[in-house]
Each structure stands twice: as C-alpha cells, then as structure tokens.
T-cell receptor, first 111, second 113 residues
Framework: GENVEQHPSTLSVQEGDSAVIKCTYSDSASNYFPWYKQELGKGPQLIIDIRSNVGEKKDQRIAVTLNKTAKHFSLHITETQPEDSAVYFCAAVSGNTPLVFGKGTRLSVIA | KAGVTQTPRYLIKTRGQQVTLSCSPISGHRSVSWYQQTPGQGLQFLFEYFSETQRNKGNFPGRFSGRQFSNSRSEMNVSTLELGDSALYLC????????????FGPGTRLTVL
C-alpha cells in the first residue's frame, strides 16, 4: 500500500522567512495530494491540494509543488507569520483508497 | 454552510466499557471517513462509509465498528475499550469520492482509564 514520508518533523523559522516541508510517496498511482494544518485542539484544516495533472499550485503565501517522476511533493509558505505556527500534514490518495498521511511537521514561527 | 460536527468533544471511559461517537457531515456530503490520531502513530484510517455502506476499512480490530444513516450521519463504536484506544477520533466528510476534498471535524478526545 501507499507510504508517505514527511520531513522535517519540526521546523523553526523567523517571522517573515520561508518554510518548506517535503513529502515522498511510494504508490505511483496516487493522484491527489492535500495538505492539512492542525492547530491545538482542532481538527486538521485543508489548506491547499494538488492533483497529479498539475506541477504547481499557489494560494497567496502558500504553494505546493509536485514531482511525479521523483514521487515527491512540497509545501512552501512564504512571509511566515506567528499564526502559521501549527502542525502540518501531507497526504496522498489513489482513486478511492483512503488518505495516507505523513507523520506531520510542527512549524514554529518565532516573532 | 456548517462544517463537520462531532459529539461528544470529550469522553472519559474505563477499560472494558464501550463507546459510541457521532459525526454529522457537511450538508450534501455523502462520504464519511473516520481516523484515529495518536502522538505515536499519527493519523490512521479506520473506515469510510458511503451511502450507508462501508466502502473502505483500515487495519483495526473488530472492536472498532461504524455505521452510516440515510441522512449521511455516521457513528463509530468501540467495544471492550483498552488503554491504547485513548486518542483523538476524527471524522471527515467529502462529496462522494476520497479524491474529493475531505473536511475534518474537531474530533472527539477519548481517554480510557
């Protein structure tokens, strides 16, 4: 089955700097890659996603890139703000198989 | 549009008891998935229901079960609770396919003593 590896597990950046989180997946049939942000005491919130027919997608300060050949995808957050501090999860899904999540990255933005 | 709601938000049980958790999906969503989140194992898939039928199942023992009603609301049940069942149980809903955007509820925090 699908296996998703996520790095780093923790990331600290200065406010205003960029943050990059990387994930690799094993199943070449995976075709949907969402990213979730989870704040303390809340459920994961979908922040951006990408499908396998697209290489890059942007939404304001957040972007995701996908390299199907290498089977990896990354989340880029620019101009980080303290409210970006949270745990971020990547996931992959193929067809109608369930989401497989990475282990998460705890991002701390230091003011 | 209201989001995914889960009840109760917090629950404390003792070993051997059983528990039922409830999830109301976003209006119009027909797929409901359940996940267990723990610090050690992360987010693990339990099962998914679509049109009152279990469509996918994760690698959890038979003590974990669920169902979906005709209005798409879903419940999950855990029987003979064990200490290791302490976790945040999350429900997510989507329009109909697992490749559709899935939206999570706030979760139910279950503590087993």
């Amino acid at each position: 089955g699908e296996n998703v590896e996520q790095h780093p597990s923790t990331l600290s950046v200065q406010e205003g700097d960029s943050a990059v989180i990387k994930c690799t997946y094993s199943d070449s049939a995976s075709n949907y890659f969402p990213w979730y942000k989870q704040e303390l005491g809340k459920g994961p919130q979908l922040i951006i996603d990408i499908r396998s027919n697209v290489g890059e997608k942007k939404d304001q300060r957040i972007a995701v890139t996908l390299n199907k050949t290498a089977k990896h995808f990354s989340l880029h957050i620019t101009e980080t703000q303290p409210e970006d501090s949270a745990v971020y999860f990547c996931a992959a899904v193929s067809g109608n198989t369930p989401l497989v999540f990475g282990k998460g990255t705890r991002l701390s933005v230091i003011a | 549009k209201a989001g995914v709601t889960q009840t109760p938000r917090y629950l404390i049980k003792t070993r051997g008891q059983q528990v039922t958790l409830s999830c109301s999906p976003i209006s119009g969503h027909r797929s409901v998935s359940w996940y267990q989140q723990t610090p050690g194992q992360g987010l693990q898939f339990l099962f998914e229901y679509f049109s009152e039928t279990q469509r996918n199942k994760g690698n959890f023992p038979g003590r974990f079960s669920g169902r979906q009603f005709s209005n798409s609301r879903s419940e999950m049940n855990v029987s003979t609770l064990e200490l290791g069942d302490s976790a945040l149980y999350l429900c997510a809903s989507s329009l109909g396919q697992l490749v559709d955007e899935q939206f999570f509820g706030p979760g139910t925090r279950l503590t087993v003593l």
